[in-house]
């Protein structure tokens, strides 16, 4: 049994990457570069804004054409687009909305909403099915990869890793699209669209299992994977080399000396997920007809509401960046404790 746990790692297995350690130069150095790495995504994300002013500038059309009857006059259009500010250079337009972010006053839609309110309305629902989708990924990714570093080079170590290839690379309308055909449609198990109620989010818990199921499955994928290739990378540390020597049982080498080591590979891979469910969100919502931030943001590109669409960016890049902030501390804490 302990020879599992030492084995070479199964030719199925991909390449792990282990993150750079920093040297023994304690906190305050860790500090600094979570502050530089923090500065350089908020500059990023100031582009990201910029592309998608210059995105929605060039597409047909725009919000006061949008947000007037099919029938208005060239009249009443030129009013409108004087009224929102259309009339007004982009770069105006950019740095008199971006002004107003320090305040957190994300502008004003086309139909008059605030965007900060809109997107208080929806963004809770996108955050509990990203947060169930997130919670089963790492479970079944763990879970996955566990099994199957306690077997390596077996059948089940290759099956696992080929499965998760495939799996890593089907896009959430695909995965999204056999589910409903096989539990909605076939078995008439599950609902295939999502009923509102009158707090705003789904009508029953029912609901949310084809959602969560259509975000997670390629990302439980890709997380077994990563986590598998860390542990595997692990098991050769020798630490791990002693605790199997001293007869502990393998599970117990995996969980208490493979595991923490393989911390920071796994964060970053569950970091980059948060990412992949967030952008994935605007496909399965817009399927299910959940009612997220996603079907705000895909009615906002139809409508041409550059405000909205940048509140949208602005809201899930935040929480986005919060997720890497915890993935930074997590690796930077783990290389401070091992030598």
């Avoid at 499965?163 to 599950?190: G, I, K, N, Q």
Wanted: contains cysteine.
């Amino acid at each position: 049994m302990a020879e599992r746990l030492t084995a070479a790692r199964g030719p199925a297995a991909p390449p792990a990457w282990r993150p750079d350690r920093p040297s023994a130069s304690g906190p305050v150095s860790l500090f600094l570069r979570g502050a530089a790495a923090l500065a350089q995504r908020a500059a990023l994300l100031a582009v990201l804004l910029v592309a998608v002013f210059a995105a929605m500038e060039f597409l047909p059309g725009d919000a006061a054409r949008s947000s007037l009857d099919r029938g208005a006059s060239a009249a009443a259009v030129a009013a409108r687009r004087v009224e929102l500010g259309l009339d007004q250079p982009l770069w105006s337009r950019l740095l008199r909305w971006m002004a107003g972010l320090p305040a957190g006053d994300l502008g004003v839609t086309s139909r008059g909403e605030q965007v900060a309110e809109v997107i208080g309305r929806h963004f809770p629902g996108t955050l509990l099915l990203g947060g169930l989708a997130f919670a089963v990924t790492m479970v079944a990714a763990l879970a996955l990869a566990g099994a199957a570093a306690l077997r390596p080079s077996s059948a089940l170590d290759r099956a696992i890793s080929g499965t998760s290839t495939v799996v890593a690379a089907l896009p959430e309308f695909v995965v999204a699209s056999v589910l409903v055909l096989v539990f909605a449609l076939w078995a008439d198990l599950l609902p295939a669209v999502t009923v509102t109620a009158a707090g705003g989010g789904p009508a029953s818990a029912a609901m949310l299992v084809l959602p969560v199921l259509s975000l997670a499955v390629p990302q439980i994928g890709w997380n077994a994977r990563v986590a598998r290739a860390a542990l595997a990378d692990e098991c050769t540390a020798p630490h791990v080399e002693a605790a199997v020597l001293d007869g502990l049982p393998p599970r117990r080498v995996l969980l208490r000396h493979v595991l923490p080591g393989s911390l920071p590979t796994i964060a970053a891979g569950a970091a980059t997920s948060v990412g992949m469910l967030l952008g994935g969100a605007v496909v399965v919502e817009t399927i299910f007809n959940y009612p997220g931030v996603g079907s705000v943001l895909a009615g906002a590109v139809r409508d041409r509401d550059t405000p909205l669409v940048a509140g949208v960016v602005v809201v899930t890049s935040v929480a986005i960046l919060a997720v890497l902030l915890v993935a930074d501390l997590v690796r930077g804490w783990a290389s401070v404790r091992r030598p």
